[in-house]
């Protein structure tokens, strides 16, 4: 069995087992975590690509592929590229799935796709070749996960489990998306509020040229009590919700934060909401989508 996974460490992880079995809705999942995901690499090119990964510097620090029959004959060489890979010193996990030959069997007209190895016979005769050949392959698997009865969701949940030392703890990322609503809503956001109902730092001639990340604005925002409070809720509440989420499945959160043009009160509220939540919560990380974009109207 593999050793614990700890958080941060550099982790190669290779998806395979049979097809239909749901091995690209797990590659999308372990996307979502953070996982650098390739699909139907050639085993031959693993160890090569795993030194590039060395090379970059952490920016593929969590690596998944994806690794069946597809390959070809170059499947067969999967053994070899794993030994390469653990004497350099990369650790790995092997996540195999598997179902039923009734479950995949199903699958496979649904989607009407064909088998990988068919060719005149039926499918159930294609799942029987790939189990052979993949029989050694799933003794040496670190996890075997068994996808006959599996919704999508229930699949995201079992990934989860076996990742769960990756996603530890309540650091949910949250990103904070100042905007102005005169622009339209932010594309994919999951929670807005809007602060419209605050004062407006526009119709004052001196903080009109201004954006809400200079101290002046930031001043008049905050000098009004329904402000502070108003913050305090919002982060309150983000706190209470963040962990179900986190629950939910859910990988990242996007909050909005509106105001008419998205420069002056949208941005200051945005900027001390990711201060406040930063204490308590990590990583927070603000982006001010419309702050650059200057108008004649109210802002």
């Given amino acids: 069995m593999a050793k614990t996974m700890k958080k941060g460490e550099r982790l190669f992880v290779i998806i395979t087992g049979l097809s239909g079995a749901g091995k690209t809705q797990a590659a999308h999942f372990l996307e979502d975590m953070g996982f650098y995901c390739v699909d139907n690499l050639p085993p031959t090119l693993i160890p090569k690509f795993a030194e590039l990964c060395t090379q970059a510097r952490g ?24 030994g390469e890979l653990e004497n350099a010193g990369h650790d790995y ?39 052979q050949r993949l029989e050694e392959l799933k003794a040496q698997a670190h996890h075997i996960i068994d996808t ?7 699949l995201k949940d079992e990934l989860r489990k076996v990742f769960a030392s ?16 005169k622009y339209g809503l932010p594309l994919d956001i999951d929670l807005i509020f809007d602060v419209r109902f605050l004062p407006n730092p526009f119709y004052i001639d001196d903080l009109r040229p201004l954006s ?14 329904a402000t502070k409070e108003f913050l305090n809720r919002v982060t309150q509440l983000l706190l209470f919700l963040l962990p179900y989420y986190r629950k939910e499945g859910k990988t990242h959160l996007l909050v909005g934060i509106g105001c008419t043009g998205g420069r002056h009160r949208s941005v200051a509220v945005a900027q001390e909401l990711v201060r406040m939540l930063g204490q308590r919560h990590g990583p927070v990380v603000v982006e001010h989508r419309d702050i650059d974009r200057v108008g004649v109207v109210d802002a």
């Fill in 59 to 82: 920016q593929f620090h969590r690596v998944a592929l994806v690794v069946d029959i597809r390959g070809g004959d170059f499947f067969d060489h999967l053994f070899t590229a794993l």
């Fill in 93 to 131: 996990r092997i996540i195999f799935l598997d179902a039923s030959d009734e479950t995949l069997v199903r699958r496979f007209k649904e989607t009407r796709r064909r088998h990988p190895l068919a060719t005149k016979g039926l499918v159930v005769e294609s799942i029987k070749l790939e189990r």
């Fill in 148 to 154: 006959s009865s599996f919704s999508t969701g229930q």
């Fill in 166 to 181: 990756q996603i530890s703890g309540d650091e949910l990322p949250v990103t904070i998306v100042s905007f102005g609503y």
């Fill in 212 to 225: 809400g990340c200079e101290d002046e604005v930031r001043h008049y925002v905050f000098q009004w009590p």
